[in-house]
């Protein structure tokens, strides 16, 4: 392990690959993360090559040669002064690396909050994230904008972290170590990219069956980006479909069915809470919490039958006619 | 020197027992309160369920070994991943251990049986019970209201999880009611081993005289009442929120998911010193008698596992870094975790100290003891990282928590177990197991093994979590889950030549005789296998190593007391 | 090696004395307990207070005093049938154990009677709140044991009756006795927790 390790750490390209891989932090959180996870692994790197080495030592200098004689070696039934050795030293290590830590926890757990700070709510569900922006005034689903943080003004984000059924828990191991998210309880964490980009990640608590769908995907917007992209998801699509007849149809069949009942687009009477805002839903890349490109072909094929792509997926199949399946894609694609 | 020490040929007193005519073999074992039969019984049946775990867990590696793969669905993923870790944690681990416990106390105390034969079947026949209870939710989990067949919902069953309405049908109830029976024939059986190391030991034994082993099972067995009730306590409550429609982990009404994960690894964090001291206790007993020397530092191996023991209670929470606990509670938490480092390093240390100087043979059993010292000794550093709450924020719940305690389950419990079989193979049977099978075995599993969990804490650096049925490409994880898949396959094949080996030499086995390792406990004083009423005159301990001073009368461990 | 297959023994007589195994073995079964109990106590009070809706423990509970006195004298009554059992009085034995039969049953009508009082008269049951969960199961658990003991304090008092019940049997009757101490023990905390704290 130690070794696989170090070969990893050793290797660079093997790092950049991974765009998940923790020793890679864009973040206060996992920076000081890391710093500290730098100090532990070579404590530990340097008890293995003492401790195993005096081990591999003793096993091939004691073993038993075809000379030695019949008698058996001497007994030692121990030593006070070599055990209490044995004893304190670990006691000081194990003192120096609480400390280390403890620091780091009232870092991150205790830090002050910035006036510049975002608030973002972010609420679990079987399968997928809800995020709301309270002083927005913003629903979202599944893909969380936040704006970068220039460290001479900081604007992290900081999430309110429940959930609506099970648990669940957010990961995103370039910005900052794991939150669970639980019913019942709120939780807080922060974050605060320098660099813009898209931060992946996934659920990492059990949650049920499609648990390895749940995926995260964090957008950090230059605050440029970030201020056009808040304008966007206030206002209220509701222009988009005049002139587009099979999308206006879309619409009817959309507020007709049993659509509305789970999901909400604003400005019309779909307020259900049960499945992710639809509003902006053309905004998003990606469609199911991730795992599939939000297109026009898999948003249909995902309408039709959600088992096929997402088993286990709560969003029930409508056993919708093919019209009807044109005119609700047509209608959510205008959904920008 | 107190007492005059006689040797005496441990002649067949009674002469050849006659067997009353009447019930058959069969009758004789189901009927049974012999605490060598119970044991070889707890041995059998946590053989069997380690062959359907390691089928469970093999599919599991196929199914990961490529991204996107569609070997096996989403929900039976689920189930495989449920059950292995049940299966090997409540029907594996536990019974094999107590299986050991049983066989090995009586006779290394000098008794002729357990304080409480008929408790021990009770006990051991509740465990059965339970595994196959869990293992029949495959046929009728389903129950009247459809919906999943074999539990699905985690090994720590996380609430809300397991409540009626996110778990229809009765697959949580066939995990909760296996899980609760399994801790009642525990507690039984731990009730059993304090009773037999406190109340039956033979004439001189001291307490401290008593072997290693039966210490570290009785430390064991006093944690298994404190944490085993816990767990027990917290199935109680989920029947009754599953049947009788209260509300303890009901978060709809007011009810808390934290305090079942509290309940839970009050239990379950605890639970892993209860199984890795016993496999202390095997070391304690193995790696002297291959090193031809006594075990350094007694006195402070019984103080270090009485203080694993009691700061083990405290440390639970270190699963809970991510639940929001705030940073003094996870400030506490980390210290009493880096505290347990302490006393098992002094084992370590002990344990180093006795090969140091000795004349150390290379047998089978003494190579899995070598292959535990280093596992265990790894899987205690990468503890100590998880142990570091802000690096666990990163690792807890990801592949590399997978490849910890594997380490600790399979590099440490498993290589010593598989040690203990070597060593007490042929007082269990008369015969010896045979060496070149066992060569091969030993290595083909290390290279299995540190290929699959080597390579498998990398995904997890990666950001893999754990339980997921499969992956995206491009993360840069599916080199190491490849590897992971072909270890797996060779430590397969590898535990395959085991089997074969207990199986093959129990008919072509060498002939053992009473004492084939020239070892110094009671035990090997006896008849290889033990008669039924293991030794014919009651033996005396003269020292904690009794067989020493028999046959080293110009220098006796006794004269160093 | 010569000496293999040899038993070590000794030949002088020396005393050689270990505690009692039923007794050891009650007081593991009794931490065991004690450990599940503890889990309901903690249930009971971290859930205090957190009840969605009603009724509270202040307004649906009495002290049940007639109950406690009871369970707590029969600690006596069981502890005198041990001490005449050891003198070999089998009469008073069964005396005190038929007295500690007849005060067990007592509190367990009382407790039957204020579960009949607050299911059917109040309403509350185990499903109705968080304070109704955690009520029902740790008083109920704490009942159940109650029940068991009787059973098993009834049965040696239908032995002793019988003629069956030697002073032999003394040490089997203080590991029974041991453990109607327990339950009594219990109660007290049970007490202090539901009654007093709780409300």
Not at chain 1, 295 to 314: A, F, Q, V, Y
Not at chain 2, 60 to 83: E, G, K, Y
Not at chain 2, 190 to 210: D, F, P, Q
Not at chain 3, 75 to 102: E, K, M, P, Q
Request: net charge negative.
């Amino acid at each position: 392990m130690v070794l696989g390790c170090f070969a990893l750490l050793s290797c660079p390209s093997a790092l950049a690959s991974s765009p998940t891989n923790i020793f890679d932090p864009a973040a206060t959180p996992a920076r000081s993360i890391f710093s500290l996870s730098m100090l532990v692994l070579s404590v530990t790197l340097a008890i293995f090559l003492i401790v195993g080495g005096l081990l591999v030592y003793a096993l091939i200098r004691f073993r038993q040669r075809p000379s030695d004689t019949e008698h058996e070696p001497a007994q030692i039934y121990g030593s006070n002064q070599i055990e209490l050795s044995w004893t304190v030293i670990p006691i000081l290590i194990v003192v120096m690396l609480f400390l280390s830590t403890t620091r780091v926890i009232w870092e991150t757990e205790a830090a002050n909050k910035p006036v510049g700070a975002l608030d973002v709510i972010a609420i679990g569900h079987q399968f997928w994230w809800e995020y709301r922006y309270p002083k927005l005034g913003i629903v979202t689903a599944n893909e969380l904008h936040i704006p970068t943080s220039d460290p001479r003004d900081p604007t992290p984000t900081y999430l309110e972290m429940s959930s609506a059924d099970v648990a669940h828990s957010f990961w995103i191991p370039r910005l900052a170590g794991k939150t669970d998210l639980i019913p019942n309880r709120t939780n807080t964490m922060w974050i605060d990219p320098p660099e813009a980009g898209l931060y992946l990640g996934q659920c990492v608590q059990y949650c049920g069956t499609q648990h390895a769908k749940m995926l995260l995907r964090v957008y950090a917007d230059s605050p440029a980006e970030f201020a056009a992209w808040t304008r966007k998801q206030q206002q209220i699509p509701d222009d988009n479909i005049v002139g587009n007849p099979l999308a206006q149809e879309g619409k009817a069949t959309f507020l007709r069915t049993a659509c509305m009942s789970c999901h909400t687009v604003a400005g019309t009477s779909a307020t259900g809470r049960f499945g992710p805002d639809l509003t902006h839903l053309a905004s998003r890349e990606t469609i199911a919490s991730g795992p599939i490109e939000n297109t026009p072909g898999n948003l249909r094929r995902w309408i039709e039958d959600p088992e096929s792509m997402k088993p286990g997926s709560l969003m029930p199949a409508m056993h919708l006619n093919d019209r009807d399946l044109d005119a609700i894609t047509a209608y959510l694609t205008t959904l920008h | 020197m107190a007492t005059s020490t006689t040797a005496l040929e441990a002649i067949d007193v009674t002469g050849p027992t006659s067997q009353p005519p009447g019930p058959g073999i069969v009758y004789q074992w189901l009927t049974t309160v012999d605490h060598k039969k119970i044991g070889l019984m707890y041995i059998v049946y946590a053989l069997l369920f380690l062959v359907i775990a390691g089928v469970q867990a093999m599919l599991m590696r196929i199914q990961l070994a490529v991204p996107n793969n569609h070997f096996v669905s989403p929900q039976t993923f689920n189930r495989l991943f449920t059950m292995h870790g049940t299966t090997m944690i409540f029907f594996v681990a536990v019974p094999v251990l107590f299986g050991f416990g049983n066989y090995l106390i009586p006779l290394m105390i000098g008794a002729r049986d357990m304080a409480f034969p008929r408790l021990n079947a009770f006990s051991f026949w509740l465990s059965a019970f339970g595994g196959v209870l869990l293992y029949l939710s495959y046929f009728a989990g389903s129950g009247l209201y459809g919906a999943g067949s074999a539990p699905d919902v985690g090994w720590f069953a996380y609430a809300p999880l397991t409540s009626k309405v996110f778990s229809p049908g009765h697959s949580t109830d066939y995990w909760t009611l296996a899980v609760l029976l399994s801790g009642i024939g525990t507690t039984g059986t731990a009730v059993n081993i304090v009773a037999t190391a406190l109340c039956m030991r033979c004439k001189g034994m001291t307490l401290n005289r008593m072997p290693l082993l039966v210490w570290l099972y009785t430390v064991a067995s006093c944690m298994v009442f404190v944490v085993v009730s816990p767990l027990s306590a917290a199935q109680i409550m989920l029947c009754l929120d599953r049947y009788l429609g209260s509300h303890f982990f009901d978060t709809q009404a007011g009810g808390s998911a934290v305090l079942w994960m509290h309940f839970f690894w009050i239990f379950g964090h605890p639970e892993v010193y209860i199984l890795i001291l016993p496999t202390f206790a095997f070391i304690n007993e193995i790696v002297p008698v291959f090193s031809r020397k006594a075990i350094f530092g007694y006195p402070a191996m019984v103080a270090a596992s009485v203080g694993i023991g009691f700061v083990s209670l405290s440390v639970w929470a270190h699963h809970m870094f991510t639940v929001g606990m705030g940073p003094a509670g996870n400030t506490f938490f980390v210290f009493a975790t880096m505290v347990v480092s302490v006393p098992t390093g002094i084992k370590m240390f002990n344990w180093l100290a006795t090969i140091w100087g000795g004349k150390v043979i290379y047998r089978v059993p003494m190579l899995f003891s070598v292959g535990f010292l280093f596992q265990f000794l790894i899987a205690g550093l990468t503890g100590i990282m998880l142990s570091s709450a802000p690096f666990d924020w990163q690792l807890s719940a990801s592949y590399f928590v997978v490849a910890h305690f594997h380490y600790v389950i399979v590099g440490g419990i498993m290589f010593s177990l598989f040690a203990a079989f070597y060593y007490w193979y042929p007082k269990m049977t008369g015969r010896m197991m045979d060496e070149t099978l066992g060569k091969w075995h030993f290595w083909l599993f290390v290279i299995g093994f540190h290929l699959t969990f080597d390579f498998m804490h990398i995904p997890g650096l990666l950001g893999m979590p754990r339980r997921v049925y499969t992956y995206e490409a491009g993360r840069g994880w599916e080199v190491w889950n490849f590897i992971v898949g072909i270890g797996a396959i060779v430590q397969g094949i590898a535990t395959l030549i085991f089997v074969y080996n207990l199986i093959h030499s129990y008919f072509r086995g060498k002939e053992a005789g009473p004492d084939p390792w020239d070892a110094w406990t009671l035990e090997w004083a006896t008849t290889s296998p033990p008669p039924d009423y293991n030794f014919a005159m009651e033996p005396t301990a003269t020292s904690a190593r009794p067989l020493w001073d028999l046959k080293h009368p110009d220098d006796q461990d006794s004269s160093y007391e | 090696m010569t000496q293999t297959n040899a038993i070590p023994i000794s030949a002088d007589e020396q005393p050689w004395v270990l505690p009692d195994k039923g007794i050891v073995g009650m007081w593991c079964l009794i931490a065991a307990e004690a450990a599940i109990f503890l889990i309901f106590v903690v249930a009971y009070l971290y859930y205090l207070g957190k009840s969605l809706s009603g009724p509270t423990p202040a307004q649906v509970l009495e002290l049940p005093i007639l109950g406690t006195i009871c369970l707590l004298s029969s600690s006596l009554t069981v502890h005198a049938a041990v001490t005449a059992l050891r003198r070999a009085d089998v009469r008073r034995c069964s005396l005190a154990l038929g007295a500690t039969v007849a005060l067990g049953s007592i509190f367990l009508l009382t407790t039957a009677q204020e579960w009949h009082h607050l299911i059917y008269e109040v309403g509350l049951t185990i499903q109705t709140n968080l304070f109704g969960t955690t009520y029902f199961s740790l008083v109920g658990l704490h009942a159940t044991h109650v029940i068991i003991g009787l059973l098993l304090l009834s049965a040696v008092l239908l032995f002793s009756l019988g003629g069956h019940v030697t002073a032999h049997h003394a040490e089997r009757l203080e590991v029974l006795s041991l453990y109607w101490h327990f339950v009594d023990a219990v109660w007290i905390v049970v007490f202090l927790v539901v009654y007093v704290i709780g409300r």
